[in-house]
């Protein structure tokens, strides 16, 4: 079955520290989809990346970096030199292909706490 | 801005009523979600459709049902509403409802349930 566990609950940390959100997942599929959303405190959740099963290299954006490893199922999430404005909670999801419906699975979430 | 708009904002109703939250997905997005995020369930799936038609139900009630209108915007009705279904409800769109797109969300709609 499908399953994302995001083991992190809640994160503290002070601005300018480097931050990772873990992520771990559970599929059968050999196809399917990660993805990452943040949900700031205003309620909205925001679509951040998607990365397909097949490939696995890193991607960085900006202060944000993400690295997927097949071999350990796991799809973390970094933040550079963490702002304020990370505050958020952030979301793990998965989909997998060949789905009559293509539901996302997400985690529990982890609450990230950047102080000034 | 997501370009999912819903309606309305918050909701305040009493148990056993009967309410109505409205979704408008992307323009060009063909496919609407519904999913309901609680503080002892997390998000979770409720149902999606597809250019009107119901593709896929997820952990979603009796007392719950949903429709997608032929302008694409859907429509998730409760009713006999007990106080545990207060939770932010979420609608969220995608161009084609293929597993590999990314799901962009609206702003939910709080319900509050006294």
């Known amino acids: 079955a499908q399953k994302v566990t995001q083991a992190q609950t809640e994160i503290s940390v002070v601005e300018k520290e480097d931050v990772t959100l873990d992520c771990v997942y559970e599929?059968?599929?050999?196809?399917?989809?990660l993805f990452w959303y943040k949900q700031p405190p205003s309620g909205e959740l925001v679509f951040l990346i998607r990365r397909n099963s097949f490939d696995e290299q890193n991607e960085i954006s900006g202060r944000y970096s993400w690295n997927f490893q097949k071999s350990t199922s796991s799809f973390n999430f970094t933040i550079t030199a963490s702002q304020v404005v990370d505050s958020a909670v952030y979301f793990c999801?998965?989909?997998?292909?060949?789905?009559?419906?293509?539901?996302?699975?997400f985690g529990k979430g982890t609450t990230l706490s950047v102080s000034s | 801005d997501s370009g999912v708009t819903q309606t309305p904002k918050h909701l305040i109703t009493a148990t056993g009523q009967r309410v109505t939250l409205r979704c408008s997905p992307r323009?060009?997005?063909?496919?609407v979600y519904w999913y309901q995020q609680s503080l002892d369930q997390g998000l979770q799936f409720l149902i999606q459709y597809y250019n009107g038609e119901e593709r896929a139900k997820g952990n979603i009630l009796e007392r719950f049902s949903a429709q997608q209108f032929p302008d694409l915007h859907s429509e998730l009705n409760l009713s006999s509403l007990e106080l545990g279904d207060s939770a932010l409800y979420f609608c969220?769109?995608?161009?084609?409802?293929?597993?590999?797109?990314?799901?962009?969300f609206g702003d939910g709609t709080r319900l509050s349930i006294l």
């Open positions: 323009s060009g997005d063909l496919s």
């Open positions: 969220a769109s995608s161009p084609s409802g293929y597993s590999n797109q990314p799901q962009h």
């Open positions: 599929t059968r599929d050999t196809t399917y989809y």
């Open positions: 999801a998965l989909s997998e292909r060949d789905q009559a419906g293509t539901a996302l699975i």
